[in-house]
């Protein structure tokens, strides 16, 4: 059974830092890409940043590019979003997911999702 865990979210003010983790379990981790979206409240859940299988290639939504830096680390199935600069909207639900190939990678076409960490920046 896969599974990814998001975990890290919480409350930040403006200007603060956090850490996102999406911890996988269930497939071959390094197989696939990797990429972070978010949702905020009453909107669609949109793309922020993908990671290619080795970590090689990167790519951001230009909302978070700059500011975000997304990594992973394949002895530990586990991908990161260091966050920086954080904004009020910034604050969404983040989802971690997971895909095959290295593209179509702003649109929702990914294979497995995890269920989302809050992430709430305060003015």
């Known amino acids: 059974q896969v599974e990814l865990v998001e975990s890290g979210g919480g409350l930040v003010q403006a200007g603060g830092s956090l850490r996102l983790s999406c911890a996988v379990s269930g497939l071959r981790f390094s197989n696939y890409a990797m990429g972070w979206f978010r949702q905020c409240s009453g909107r669609e859940k949109e793309f922020a940043a993908a990671i290619s299988w080795t970590g090689a290639s990167t790519y951001y939504a230009d909302s978070v590019k700059g500011r975000f830096t997304i990594s992973r680390d394949n002895a530990k199935n586990t991908m990161y979003l260091q966050m920086n600069s954080l904004t009020p909207e910034d604050t969404a639900v983040y989802y971690c997911?997971?895909?095959?190939?290295?593209?179509?990678?702003?649109?929702?076409?990914?294979?497995?999702w995890g269920q989302g960490t809050q992430v709430t920046v305060s003015s």
């Open positions: 997911a997971a895909r095959l190939g290295f593209d179509q990678l702003t649109t929702l076409n990914w294979y497995y």
